[in-house]
């Protein structure tokens, strides 16, 4: 008997915005990996793949973002974490009450944040999953606090804490966002893969790992995005992008420019991607997916606008009220593209 070709056995995922009632029928497909509902109107639903968001998407329901990967996914849950996985690729979630965390009455997250990290790091390794391609944070008023006492700063110190020794060089993609319904839970989800992807840094900004002390006691722990094992059958994975030149927010109080910005620094990621990967598309386009965050749900209406103006229906994509991690920063984006 032939050997099977060697895409045969590598990792696919396609991810897709779904409009739907219920998350029932996206679920019942077998090779669904995960679906995520946004927002307070959002259904329940006790499927480990499935997780409820809430940040609010503009002008009512979103749809649903749904991971397939055309093979048998299997599902389940070991304690604190919910997961599904296809045999080539993982999806995870970890929920933490900060509460839990907290001491004499202060907010936990350091705690918090370290704990699910040292959790999550210890189930991809010991399920077989050990490389981390792509995280998203969601934590409650992230930008409460001054200084070093900023909820996101502490956060950035208790995940690095979690992850314990790490290779900067091989960190995942990631989105640090923050929720605005008063619930202080940490919210954490991932893509997970039995072999590695590799990281792709932005030639206009610092990485993010390398910051300097001004932004806080420990640099956040990420790569700009992530091309993934198989470029051709899964997407590049694409970071939390702002308006960010080198380590600097840039056109505070400019709304528009903000997000001209952030797509400047997303045609210099691409480039850098396709250096790699000659073959990924130049500009986003049918393939590609993204999450909108804008601070302030006034300027939803406006950045709508400006992304209509600029894609047209050329590019699915959700928006969504979220806090973002800088106070003077008003939008960021994160994706997939392919």
């Known amino acids: 008997m032939s050997a099977q070709p060697d895409h045969l056995h590598a990792p696919r995922l396609d991810v897709d915005y779904v409009d739907a009632a219920t998350p ?39 749809p649903f973002e749904v991971w397939r990967t055309q093979q048998p996914v299997t599902r389940g849950r070991d304690g604190e974490i919910a997961w599904a996985c296809d045999g080539r690729l993982q999806f995870g979630v970890i929920e933490v009450d900060e509460s839990a965390y907290a001491i004499d009455g202060k907010a936990g997250i350091v705690a918090a944040s370290a704990h699910a990290y040292e959790r999550l790091t210890a189930f991809i390794r010991d399920s077989g999953y050990p490389h981390l391609l792509r995280i998203w944070n969601y934590l409650d008023a992230i930008t409460l606090g001054d200084g070093d006492a900023e909820r996101y700063r502490q956060f950035c110190v208790g995940r690095a804490r979690g992850l314990g020794d790490f290779d900067p060089a091989t960190l995942p993609a990631a989105t640090a966002i923050g929720r605005c319904d008063d619930d202080r839970v940490l919210q954490i989800y991932w893509l997970a893969a039995r072999t590695p992807g590799t990281p792709v840094e932005n030639p206009r900004q610092v990485s993010a790992y390398r910051y ?22 899964t997407p590049l994975l694409l970071s939390g ?60 209406p406006t950045v709508a606008g400006a992304l209509q103006a600029r894609f047209g229906d050329s590019v699915p994509r959700v928006l969504l009220h979220a806090a973002i991690c800088r106070r003077e920063l008003c939008v960021e984006i994160d994706g997939v593209h392919g």
């Open 241 to 300: 992008t702002a308006s960010v030149v080198g380590h600097a927010s840039q056109h505070e109080g400019e709304l528009l420019a903000q997000l001209d910005e952030t797509f400047a620094n997303f045609d210099s990621l691409l480039a850098a991607a396709r250096q790699r990967q000659p073959a990924l598309p130049a500009r986003f386009g049918a393939g590609t997916r993204l999450k909108v965050y804008v601070r302030d749900a006034h300027d939803l």
């Open 212 to 233: 300097p002390r001004q932004h806080g006691p420990q640099a956040p722990s990420f790569a700009r995005a992530m091309l993934p094992p198989t470029y051709s059958r």
């Open 24 to 62: 029932g029928a996206l679920l019942a497909h077998p090779d669904t990996l995960a679906v995520l509902g946004f927002g307070r109107d959002a259904p329940h639903a006790d499927d480990p793949r499935y997780l409820r968001v809430p940040l609010q998407p503009y002008l009512g329901a979103a």
